[in-house]
């Protein structure tokens, strides 16, 4: 089956970093994505890893270890705007190109 | 370059009643996904389709739920003899191919059964 875990919430200080931890369970994997959701609002691609290793891009950097079944989001310099639920997906399979989402990190930056 | 579009953006329809949700894809994606967003839930994947076809239906519930991709048109989601179990979010993404991995998803379409 398929398992996707991350925290439910978070909060932090405008200015911080912070680090949001996804674990996953899947029966293959063929890439790591993680999406911005702000309330009410479409999912927004931030990131995507498919190999071992950390992708930076601004403000926002993915890690993901394979043999770990592990990912995080790193967002720096905190903004209010970062306010927002971040998911992460898995895509499963060679040649299947659904992803299955976890249920959402909710995010609250605080002045 | 207009990005993905759904309507309608909300929908109410009584218990019994059919839904119809549409998705346009962005311009020159030809690879559609429906998903379901229940409230306080993550996004659950529905079916895959490319034009005319349906690839991946693995997430569409057995009885009721139906997509179609025509050759001419948008996506259609269609949720007949609509349930209270029905009212969540349904987001449509697109790619363009199968060599690209990120989507894009619409902005959704909120359906509410009374």
């Known amino acids: 089956g398929q398992n996707i875990d991350q925290p439910t919430e978070m909060t932090a200080t405008e200015g911080a970093i912070v680090q949001i931890n996804c674990t996953y369970q899947t029966s293959g994997f063929n890439g790591l994505f993680w999406y911005q959701q702000h309330a009410g609002e479409a999912p927004t691609f931030l990131s995507y890893?498919?190999?071992?290793g950390l992708e930076e891009k601004g403000r926002f950097s993915s890690f993901l270890s394979r043999s770990k079944g592990y990912s995080y989001l790193l967002l720096k310099e905190l903004q209010m705007k970062d306010s927002a639920s971040y998911l992460c997906?898995?895509?499963?399979?060679?040649?299947?190109?659904?992803?299955?989402f976890g249920s959402g990190t909710r995010l609250q930056v605080q002045p | 370059n207009a990005g993905v579009m759904q309507n309608p953006r909300h929908l109410v329809r009584r218990r019994g009643q059919e839904a119809r949700l549409r998705c346009s894809p962005m311009k020159g994606h030809s690879h559609v996904y429906w998903y379901r967003q229940l409230p306080e839930e993550g996004l659950k994947f529905m079916v895959y389709l490319q034009k005319e076809n349906i690839i991946d239906e693995s997430g569409m519930p057995k009885e009721r739920f139906s997509a179609e991709f025509p050759k001419e048109g948008p996506s259609i989601l269609r949720i007949q003899q609509v349930v209270r179990g029905d009212s969540a979010a349904y987001f449509c993404?697109?790619?363009?191919?199968?060599?690209?991995?990120?989507?894009?998803f619409g902005p959704g379409t909120r359906l509410t059964v009374t």
């Open positions: 890893n498919v190999l071992d």
């Open positions: 997906a898995v895509r499963d399979g060679a040649g299947r190109r659904a992803l299955t």
């Open positions: 993404a697109s790619s363009p191919g199968t060599s690209s991995h990120e989507q894009y």
